[in-house]
């Protein structure tokens, strides 16, 4: 159920009526309807699981630290200076691993706290970090989305982050084969297949694409939200 907009002129008459603590109140309830605030990640809770889980930290505990150092540095940033930051961290922390060769399955989605813990990845849990990261610092799940591609010089399959300035707009694209950040038109590499967020499923098209489902139809996505919520996220 939407809120309603006051007048302008009668929202400025209102608030001068107001002492300090009331007019605080309705600024953090601006906040919280727009979306802005974040809850907040304890990373001690969560270095604390994943020893429990995964076992001593040992390297990994240094880049987890470097994570939470990032974040707390990008909050409030221009969201384009978040996209280079994100995207520059995890291409430089995380090595290209197969999953065969690093969890000895054929696809599994790792979390980024098992990403950082292991230094590796393969092109999902690349896409899956930066997700994630962005969305902690603000950026609006509709600016995101994990798209699948077929990857047309290495001929497989591929995950890449986009982001959508607009819902329309062509998008950006976060990719670990490449460190720079170009529009989707100019990816004439990749082929995008299908494209997900934690709010739908989306096809390929003009304007952004068309929604045909929800996330819940992705196993795996279920799958990674359950591990992460084990890890200590909320």
Not at 41 to 47: A, H, K, S
């Amino acid at each position: 159920m939407g809120v309603p907009a006051l007048p302008l002129r009668r929202l400025v008459s209102f608030q001068q009526h107001l002492g300090r603590p009331a007019k605080a109140l309705i600024l953090l309830v601006c906040l919280v309807v727009a979306g802005v605030l974040q809850a907040d990640w304890d990373f001690t809770l969560i270095n604390t699981r994943a020893e429990q889980l995964y076992g001593p930290l040992g390297e990994g505990r240094g880049r987890i630290s470097d994570w939470q150092r990032l974040l707390e540095q990008q909050q409030g940033k221009p969201e384009q200076q978040q996209l280079k930051a994100v995207n520059q961290f995890f291409n430089l922390r995380l090595r290209f691993r197969d999953d065969i060769v690093l969890w000895r399955v054929k696809d599994y989605w790792a979390t980024p706290v098992e990403a950082l813990f292991r230094g590796a990845g393969d092109c999902e849990d690349f896409a899956i970090a930066k997700y994630f990261s962005l969305r902690q610092l603000g950026v609006p799940s509709e600016k995101l989305r994990i798209t699948y591609v077929k990857a047309l010089r290495q001929n497989q399959a591929h995950m890449v982050l986009t982001y959508y300035p607009q819902p329309s707009a062509i998008p950006l694209v976060l990719d670990n084969l490449i460190d720079a950040i170009e529009p989707a038109n100019r990816r004439t590499d990749l082929v995008p297949v299908y494209a997900f967020n934690a709010e739908g499923l989306w096809l390929p098209g003009a304007g952004g694409g068309k929604q045909v489902g929800d996330a819940k139809r992705l196993s795996r996505w279920q799958d990674l939200l359950r591990k992460m919520r084990a890890e200590g996220f909320p």
